[in-house]
């Protein structure tokens, strides 16, 4: 018949990987082009018609706005119930126990459930994305290890995954398990040697500040060795000769005198007049500071 052979057609353009749009347009195509010649045709082509447009729902939400349907599975049971109960309250009693009634059977449930399994398909991809996300969010939030982390996504990915699965069908999530768990793992691994890394560094500049200490404290023992124990008085001596650019410097600081003698001009002399404010030794001549160290 002209229905059997566009209901394959839609079969095989779903095992083929056409997109969602080929596949809903083969289902209308094959509702709407059935001849009316036998009343087994004509309720295929309605069971068919009645659970396009449920699919469609669904997949606006699915694949047009990006969402998990909850419960999945059950609605996808509902939906194929519905459309083979359709079928067989619109076939003929007479016909009910004929080859041709057993091949509608088998045929709507195959085009029917592999539109459904597309949507289911895609679902899983959307659970999987969720579930790394929740998974990188618990890593940098939380504070869970990341065997903790990655046991919580995968236990939130199977539990979710099982509710959009139909009963009695051979949709199977374990492909989608496996790789969500591989990339969970190659996250981890990075994440792992970034650690790694870091923590050598620590080590190598805890290393290098305890080396310059060691070497620091040597100092300190030669210094001690050369000039006895250092006291603890810093006193630090500045005076200016009057009238003149020169400065004269003296420190003694961890037991060494130092005296040093330099020229620096006076760039406030013209403000203070031709002798100055004072004669003789005063602030402007004389800077004294004083450091103990204890």
């Not at 088998?106 to 029917?112: C, K, L």
């Not at 006895?228 to 600081?253: E, M």
């Amino acid at each position: 018949m002209r229905l059997h052979v566009v209901i394959l057609a839609s079969i095989a353009s779903v095992s083929a990987g056409r997109p969602w749009g080929a596949h809903s347009a083969a289902f209308k195509s094959s509702a709407f082009s059935v001849p009316a010649g036998g009343s087994l045709d004509s309720a295929k082509s309605a069971a068919i018609a009645g659970a396009v447009e449920k699919i469609e729902d669904l997949r606006a939400t699915i694949v047009d706005g990006g969402s998990v349907v909850p419960e999945l599975g059950s609605k996808s049971s509902a939906i194929l119930a519905a459309a083979l109960e359709d079928f067989t309250s619109n076939a003929d009693e007479e016909d009910s126990s004929s080859t041709a009634y057993d091949r509608g059977v088998d045929e709507i449930a195959a085009a029917v459930d592999s539109q459904l399994q597309v949507l289911y398909l895609r679902q899983l991809a959307l659970l999987r994305e969720n579930a790394l996300q929740k998974y990188r969010t618990d890593t940098k939030t939380s504070g869970s290890s990341d065997y903790e982390a990655m046991l919580q996504a995968d236990a939130q990915f199977a539990r979710e995954a099982e509710d959009a699965t139909r009963e009695g069908s051979d949709w199977s999530y374990t492909a989608e398990r496996s790789f969500l768990q591989a990339v969970m793992n190659n996250i981890a691994e990075s994440g792992k040697k970034v650690s790694e890394i870091q923590q050598k560094s620590a080590q190598q500049q805890q290393t290098a500040m305890q080396f310059l200490q060691s070497q620091q404290q040597m100092i300190q023992q030669l210094q001690m060795q050369l000039y006895g124990q250092s006291s603890p008085w810093n006193v630090g001596v500045a005076y200016r000769i009057p009238d003149t650019n020169f400065n004269l410097q003296g420190s003694y600081q961890q037991g060494r005198a130092n005296v040093q003698l330099s020229c620096v001009p006076d760039e406030y002399a013209p403000m203070l007049g031709p002798n100055g404010f004072t004669n003789g030794v005063g602030p402007g001549n004389l800077g004294l500071s004083l450091n103990l160290s204890v």
